[in-house]
């Protein structure tokens, strides 16, 4: 269990490793000068001043080092929790920045994922009931899954926002309010979060049902189903047999799924102008601000990589054939 | 008699028409007679087998009747056959090593069935454990999951499984097919044993390995094209065989240990098709004594007490 747990921990750092040195050497290595690009919004003239204030500025975000040694303090940045100073921003640190915005995104994505998994699987298992839900439901699925992301989302967003004039359309509270804990605030929040996470959900959920309905149809053919049937088991107890034993690759799916979820987190957050994590990659990218951008894509990397690991440790637990695995016993 | 077979029709519906698996088997069985049904691949004897118990999607009962201790047994109604399943017929299917959930600990499983079934599992809890002793399993197996046995192991807790609630009927299909050979030995002893205890009544053990099925079966079925071509003493089936496809399948097995020189003839040609069979005897045209008559279908007659054969040449036509 131990060597298990120590292998996939040793997996898991190689891969934190690789990804913190390639979002590294993404910014330094592509074409543009973030210090460059600042100044010039300065339209600064003065040669001299310039040159000045170039120095000064590559001094405050550590780029007149020689490679090597950015690497090393970008390390030991990293480890002492400073990511460094926003470009867009400054002087502010890329960590506040990025604090502010992951409780947005969090918030989203959390029971986009969990809800859209949880619904989708009992649908995918009741469609796979009969014939006639078979072809009514299935195809429902078949149509959200296909629609292009922000079509459907810009399509909600005027429906819903524009048109029926229920829930506002852009950002992640009410301007006119001062952040705070009072129920009017609180309620500004949901009524802003609802429609970016509506159209998470709705997406996600026809390709969980369909993943669902091929994988329950599968085990209710295996032999351990067959052979409930034959010694004359109620159809109530091969479902429930058949819908855990179809949850596992579901629940695999959801590890896979989980960095392309981001990425549709960015998407929505851009179409509904939420201030979550994915608004900020825009932002930094059009701002150059690659100090900003390479700390949300630390982030990203890290809660692909904790997400994983939840679910290779969940594994163990709903899966006997792993826990055989683990302790090395032959099958 | 217990079993009681009446010309059975069982075909496979296809796109390209009825498969007729079954057709027409007649047979009958005692209690307490374990009847080996051997034939080749495809001759009908597991579609027979599961005609038994529970037809699949694709099988439709055609024609033909089944009788177990004199009540009927109504097979193509799959509802009104639940009651039967289990209680009265029980399978081992040719599947044992996969049969078993693979995420549930098999004492789990088997209590959850019981329940489902109507059966308290307390109520067959010592019965559970002296039958797994009995086949060689310490009641550990009972906190496992499937994937810690091995395949001999996972064979032998199905077949405790299936015989739990005393079955009139058991139907073993190929049992014995994915063991070696000491294996197979140990599992006819345990079904032979089950049987002499009362754990089950009569016996169709499905098999295509009549030196194996010889030892232990009291009498012996031989199904060709979804006919029945003989059935007997498995002894007499063995020695004196009245029809001439037995007498060409055992002529194809080797004896251990004799080394006669001579080799070993196999039967020529294939099986018909069972799409659209021949009319009359359809072993005709692998058949070295075939002649006009045979055109028409022989009929299942008694050439000695219990020796029954379907063939023109046989005495008794």
């Known amino acids: 269990m131990w060597r298990y747990m120590g292998r996939k921990l040793l997996v898991y750092a190689l891969t934190f490793a690789v990804a913190v040195t390639i979002n590294w050497m993404i910014p330094r290595f592509m074409p543009g000068d973030p210090v460059r690009s600042m100044l010039n919004r300065g339209s600064i003239s003065d040669p001299g001043a310039l040159e000045r204030m170039t120095a000064y500025y590559e001094e405050v975000f550590g780029?007149?080092?020689?490679?090597?040694?950015?690497?090393?303090?970008?390390?030991?940045?990293?480890?002492?929790?400073?990511?460094?100073?926003?470009?867009?921003?400054?002087?502010?640190?890329?960590?506040?920045?990025?604090?502010?915005?992951?409780?947005?995104?969090?918030a989203l994505l959390i029971p986009a994922i969990v809800l859209s998994w949880i619904v989708g699987n009992r649908f995918g298992a009741f469609a796979a009931r009969s014939k006639v839900l078979d072809n009514s439901i299935l195809p429902i699925g078949y149509v959200l899954t296909a629609t292009p992301y922000m079509w459907l989302a810009l399509l909600m967003a005027w429906s819903l926002g524009i048109v029926a004039g229920i829930f506002p359309t852009a950002g992640g509270h009410s301007y006119a309010l001062t952040p705070g804990m009072n129920a009017e605030f609180l309620a500004s929040l949901v009524t802003h979060w609802f429609l970016?996470?509506?159209?998470?959900?709705?997406?996600?959920?026809?390709?969980?049902?369909?993943?669902?309905?091929?994988?329950?149809?599968?085990?209710?053919?295996?032999?351990?189903?067959?052979?409930?049937?034959?010694?004359?088991?109620?159809?109530?107890?091969?479902?429930?047999?058949?819908?855990?034993?179809?949850?596992?690759?579901?629940?695999?799916?959801?590890?896979?799924?989980?960095?392309?979820?981001?990425t549709g987190a960015l998407l929505t957050e851009i179409v509904f102008n939420y201030p979550g994590l994915g608004t900020l990659v825009l932002d930094s990218l059009n701002n150059r601000d690659f100090f900003l951008l390479q700390g949300v894509f630390l982030f990203v990397v890290i809660g692909v990589l904790v997400a994983n690991f939840v679910i290779d440790l969940v594994y163990v637990f709903i899966d006997p054939r792993t826990r055989v695995q683990m302790t090395g016993a032959s099958s | 008699?217990?079993?009681?077979?009446?010309?059975?029709?069982?075909?496979?519906?296809?796109?390209?028409?009825?498969?007729?698996?079954?057709?027409?088997?007649?047979?009958?069985?005692?209690?307490?007679?374990?009847?080996?049904?051997?034939?080749?691949s495809g001759c009908g004897k597991s579609t027979l087998g599961k005609s038994l118990i529970r037809l699949d999607h694709r099988m439709h009962h055609i024609a033909g009747s089944i009788e177990l201790n004199g009540r009927d047994v109504p097979i193509g109604d799959d509802a009104a056959m639940v009651p039967l399943r289990y209680h009265e017929i029980s399978l081992i299917p040719q599947y044992a090593m996969s049969a078993l959930n693979p995420t549930r600990r098999i004492g789990r499983m088997i209590d959850e069935l019981l329940r489902?079934?109507?059966?308290?599992?307390?109520?067959?809890?010592?019965?559970?454990?002296?039958?797994?002793?009995?086949?060689?399993?310490?009641t550990d197996v009972l906190r496992r999951f499937p994937i810690e046995l091995s395949g001999g192991m996972k064979q032998r807790v199905v077949m405790v499984v299936s015989t739990l609630l005393d079955p009139s009927l058991l139907i073993a299909d190929e049992v014995t097919s994915a063991?070696?050979?000491?294996?197979?030995?140990?599992?006819?002893e345990s079904l032979v044993e089950f049987r002499d205890r009362g754990h089950v009544g009569s016996m169709v053990f499905v098999t295509h390995d009549v030196a194996l099925v010889h030892q232990f079966a009291d009498t012996i079925m031989v199904m060709y094209a979804g006919h029945v071509a003989e059935k007997g003493p498995a002894a007499d089936v063995v020695s004196d065989p009245r029809h001439p496809y037995t007498q060409m399948?055992?002529?194809?097995?080797?004896?251990?240990?004799?080394?006669?020189?001579?080799?070993?003839?196999?039967?020529?040609?294939?099986?018909?098709?069972?799409?659209?069979?021949?009319?009359?005897c359809r072993f005709r045209d692998r058949c070295p004594m075939a002649f006009d008559k045979c055109a028409e279908r022989p009929p299942l007659v008694e050439t000695a007490p219990g020796h029954w054969s379907a063939c023109w040449k046989t005495e008794g036509h």
């Open chain 2, 179 to 188: 063991l070696d050979v000491s294996t197979q030995r140990s599992v006819a």
């Open chain 2, 1 to 40: 008699m217990s079993l009681r077979v009446n010309g059975l029709k069982v075909h496979y519906r296809t796109l390209r028409g009825d498969v007729q698996a079954l057709d027409g088997v007649t047979f009958s069985l005692g209690d307490g007679e374990i009847m080996g049904l051997v034939g080749e």
């Open chain 1, 63 to 106: 780029l007149d080092a020689p490679l090597h040694e950015q690497y090393l303090n970008f390390w030991s940045g990293l480890l002492r929790g400073d990511l460094g100073i926003s470009v867009m921003l400054y002087p502010e640190p890329v960590v506040d920045v990025i604090l502010r915005a992951v409780p947005y995104t969090l």
């Open chain 2, 249 to 280: 399948l055992l002529s194809a097995l080797p004896e251990a240990g004799e080394d006669t020189g001579e080799r070993l003839r196999g039967i020529p040609g294939t099986p018909p098709g069972l799409l659209d069979p021949p009319t009359g």
């Open chain 2, 116 to 138: 489902s079934r109507g059966v308290r599992p307390a109520d067959r809890a010592d019965e559970l454990r002296r039958r797994l002793e009995l086949v060689g399993l310490g």
């Open chain 1, 196 to 262: 970016p996470f509506l159209s998470m959900f709705v997406v996600a959920l026809g390709g969980w049902a369909i993943g669902m309905r091929n994988m329950i149809i599968y085990e209710l053919e295996a032999d351990y189903a067959t052979y409930l049937r034959t010694l004359g088991a109620p159809r109530k107890l091969v479902r429930r047999y058949a819908y855990r034993n179809a949850l596992l690759p579901q629940i695999t799916g959801l590890a896979v799924q989980l960095g392309t979820i981001i």
